[in-house]
C-alpha cells in the first residue's frame, strides 16, 4: 500500500521556524521526485517546491524561496521542509506529493501531474 505521511505542522508564532516531514512508503522511493505543496483557506493547491530524485536538486516557489529548504533522507524514505521567518501568509494545509516522471523544477510541475499525495498537516502561523 503506497503512503505518504505529512506530520510537524501545529500552530505556529510568525517568524517560526518548524519542520514538516513526509514518510513514504509502498514504492520505491528513490524513482520519485517528492514535493511540497499548500492549500490555504479557500484556495487552490499550489507548490511550495520540490526535490529531484535524479540529483537532490531543490526547487522553490518564489513566495518561499530563501526561507525554505528541503532534505531528504533516502535510508528513511523521509522528506523534510524546513520552513523559517515563517509569516501569516504561509498559514495553509501541507501536502506531499510522488512524481515518477521527473518533472520537479519544470513547467509541468504541477498538483495534477502527482502520482501519489499524502494526507496534509496543517500549518497556522499567528501573528
Known amino acids: 500500500e503506497v503512503q505518504l505521511q505529512a506530520s510537524g505542522g501545529g500552530l505556529v508564532q510568525a517568524g517560526g521556524s518548524p519542520r514538516l516531514s513526509c514518510a513514504a512508503s509502498g514504492f520505491t522511493f528513490d524513482d520519485y521526485d517528492i514535493g511540497w505543496f499548500r492549500q490555504a483557506p479557500g484556495k487552490g493547491r499550489e507548490g511550495v517546491g520540490c526535490?529531484?530524485?535524479?540529483?537532490?536538486?531543490?526547487y522553490f516557489a518564489d513566495s518561499v524561496k530563501g526561507r525554505f529548504t528541503i532534505s531528504s533522507d533516502n535510508a528513511k524514505n523521509t522528506v523534510h521542509l524546513q520552513m523559517n521567518s515563517l509569516k501569516p501568509e504561509d498559514t495553509a494545509v501541507y501536502y506531499c506529493?510522488?512524481?515518477?516522471?521527473?518533472?520537479?523544477?519544470?513547467?509541468?510541475?504541477?498538483?495534477?501531474?502527482?502520482?501519489?499525495w499524502g494526507k496534509g498537516t496543517h500549518v497556522t502561523v499567528s501573528s
Open positions: 506529493g510522488a512524481e515518477r516522471v521527473g518533472l520537479c523544477g519544470g513547467l509541468g510541475y504541477e498538483p495534477a501531474n502527482m502520482n501519489y
Open positions: 526535490i529531484s530524485s535524479f540529483d537532490g536538486s531543490t
